[in-house]
């Protein structure tokens, strides 16, 4: 079967004469690294898998590796190497190479030296080499980079003679699909199963939802196909998302279905098709079902969004990232840099050896900030990460984020001193409450868009959302931090200033702007989302604030219009309540309520529940009905109305819990 498997490939092949030229010429001369790269579905793993052919038809020892299947780090890729490294007649092809671009510089300049000088290597990725390849003028003549596009149209045309398609289809189909391989035959693969199809084949969404049932042959059931819809809508799927999306499914054979498919590929963090077919699959269920779609991206956005909660922190940013991805085509800002950048920089927790080395980044990027970083490594190690090329191990970049519980911490810097300082101003913490600044350090080249920028962005994030009882976060920038990029946060006005260095502080209340509120508006899912773009602050009230708004809502309990207009209508006590008001009232209700259900509160409930629930027209008439004294009831109201302000002031504060 295998034989066969090889015949009808070897049959499909059509054209890239070039660069099988260029392959046969390499495998003679030895010494030499192919490059191959080009957009995906392009042809770029037929094209490999037809220079191991011809290197086994050369009696050359052939290692074919895929990238998504590798663990980008030196040690495991030596490991998969194995005894290659002395074989003089070794053929080494990596497939995907983008999975493991951040290995190109150490198979630049360490792995690649050592090979026998008869051995060839090829690696195929979608993105060209590094420029570092032909600025080194040891590789100038060693180094041969194929970029592959379509085939050219004579080739396409033979493409299509491979696949049966004869007649008044071709036209139509080379039409739909150009020069592009994967497009060619999966188009192919529907159009010769149409007998209705002619000249006037087209793709329509029609079509294109005809194509991909004929792909995947007959989809056995509404949940098979859903489970294909989140395969493309997310990241990297695994049987966690679809248990969470699908929650009434068999998830475990859900993802053991999807697996097998033939479009639909495997790495170390999941599964996910062609990047062909996953656009299909989106524009088809956008077209065909907009508010199935909006669902589907909803739920998977609330599973993303408790992941990154609740991940360990060394998933944190691959919990961000994919919750990114899920907006890849909504603002290109947002777009993950992890397809040029994945496993080319590593994100590490600070350890007292790398005190140094941070300490000559901080210098780097400013001289004034070198005492700041001593003195928080010293206290707060546990709040630095450190981003290292994976390549040569230096240091790229750095962040902190610094929590601060008392003023007295805040003065250490001039930048937590400041961002104190805005807080009292603007909205002071209330007990128990917390502010954070979130400090960065980068390279030159780092700045602006770049792993490392993207990789610090998605920490901070995950520091936002993961963060509790969290008044305020400042984050610290400067014009060209990489940061830059405001995430929906706003500059107070009291800059900071660190030696020559100014820091604007952008500065965000969680109190008055909850997380799922913010992330809502960060990322935006059409008219589904915009009410929680309306949705007003919620008003962030001190203790006494908070207990005159009480006094004044129990006064005014059967007011409708007096409820209203009270500030405990906006506080966290109420947030995401449909009739704010009835909740209001119920909520003061049930607390009197509650004070009945305390043997030792009985005098405190029976003074608030004739005065406020029975309505006495006076506390004069309250006193009476109670047969207490005027001071006596007055002392029962007052211990009562404390007890309501106490309890509901700890709701405020903690939550419901």
Request: charged share 25%; hydrophobic share 45%; with cysteine.
């Amino acid at each position: 079967m295998g034989g066969r498997l090889q015949a009808a490939r070897q049959r499909a092949f059509v054209g890239r004469e070039e660069e099988l030229a260029a392959f046969e010429e390499a495998l003679h001369s030895g010494g030499r690294v192919l490059f191959v790269h080009g957009p995906g579905g392009v042809g770029k793993s037929a094209l490999l898998k037809r220079f191991a052919q011809r290197a086994v038809e050369a009696d050359r020892n052939v290692l074919m590796l895929d990238g998504r299947m590798l663990d980008p780090s030196p040690a495991a890729f030596a490991a998969e190497i194995g005894t290659l490294l002395a074989d003089e007649r070794a053929v080494l092809l990596i497939d995907t190479f983008d999975r493991i671009h951040g290995l190109e510089g150490w198979l630049r300049d360490r792995f690649l030296p050592t090979l026998p000088v008869g051995a060839l290597v090829v690696l195929a990725g979608r993105v060209p080499p590094d420029m570092m390849w032909q600025a080194d003028p040891g590789w100038a003549d060693m180094l041969q980079v194929m970029a592959l596009g379509d085939l050219r149209p004579a080739d396409a045309a033979a493409l299509l003679d491979s696949r049966g398609v004869v007649g008044d289809l071709r036209d139509p189909l080379l039409a739909f699909a150009g020069g592009h391989p994967l497009a060619l035959s999966l188009g192919a693969a529907v159009a010769i199963k149409d007998s209705a199809a002619s000249s006037r084949w087209a793709p329509t969404h029609d079509v294109v939802a005809t194509l991909l049932d004929q792909l995947v042959g007959e989809v056995p059931s509404p949940a098979h196909r859903h489970a294909l819809e989140v395969c493309a809508h997310t990241y990297m799927t695994t049987e966690d998302v679809l248990r969470a999306v699908l929650p009434e499914q068999d998830a475990a054979a859900l993802f053991s279905w999807l697996r097998r498919l033939p479009f639909v590929e495997s790495s170390l963090l999941g599964l996910y098709p062609h990047d062909v077919v996953r656009e299909i699959l989106e524009a088809d269920l956008r077209w065909r079902d907009p508010q199935g779609y909006a669902d589907m991206h909803r739920r998977i956005k609330a599973h993303l969004t408790q992941q990154i909660r609740a991940a360990d922190d060394a998933d944190v940013l691959g919990a961000v990232g994919s919750l990114f991805y899920l907006h890849r085509d909504e603002d290109r800002a947002l777009e993950p840099q992890v397809w040029r950048g994945e496993g080319e920089v590593c994100e590490e927790v600070f350890r007292p050896e790398d005190t140094e080395d941070l300490l000559r980044l901080a210098a780097v990027w400013d001289a004034g900030t070198v005492a700041a970083v001593a003195h928080w490594t010293a206290r707060q190690p546990q709040a630095f990460r450190l981003y290292r090329r994976t390549a040569t191990g230096e240091l790229a970049g750095a962040c902190a984020w610094l929590r601060l519980d008392a003023e007295s911490e805040a003065r250490a810097d001039p930048v937590t001193a400041t961002a104190w300082a805005n807080a009292r101003a603007t909205a002071p913490l209330r007990p128990g409450e917390h502010l954070a600044v979130h400090r960065s350090w980068v390279r030159r080249r780092e700045r602006g868009t770049s792993p490392v920028a993207s990789m610090m962005r998605w920490r901070a994030v995950g520091w936002f959302l993961r963060s509790e009882r969290m008044a305020w976060s400042f984050l610290a920038v400067r014009g060209d931090d990489p940061l830059s990029e405001r995430l929906n946060m706003h500059d107070l006005g009291e800059h900071a200033w660190e030696g020559d260095v100014e820091y604007s502080l952008l500065a965000h209340d969680w109190r008055a702007v909850p997380a799922q509120v913010w992330l809502d508006r960060l990322l935006p899912t059409g008219a589904q989302e915009t009410p929680a773009r309306s949705e007003p602050e919620l008003a962030v009230l001190s203790e006494a604030e908070f207990t005159d708004a009480i006094r004044k809502a129990l006064r005014h309990l059967s007011k409708h219009g007096e409820l209203a207009a009270n500030p405990l209508i906006r506080s966290r006590l109420l947030a995401g309540r449909a009739d704010p008001v009835r909740a209001l009232r119920e909520l003061l209700e049930e607390g009197i309520r509650d004070l009945g259900r305390d043997p030792r509160a009985g005098k405190l409930h029976r003074a608030l529940d004739v005065t406020y629930l029975r309505g006495a027209p006076t506390q004069e008439a309250a006193a009476e009905r109670l047969g207490l004294s005027f001071t006596t009831y007055r002392r029962h109201l007052i211990a009562g109305i404390e007890r309501i302000c106490e309890d509901l002031w700890r709701r405020e504060l903690y939550g419901p819990n």
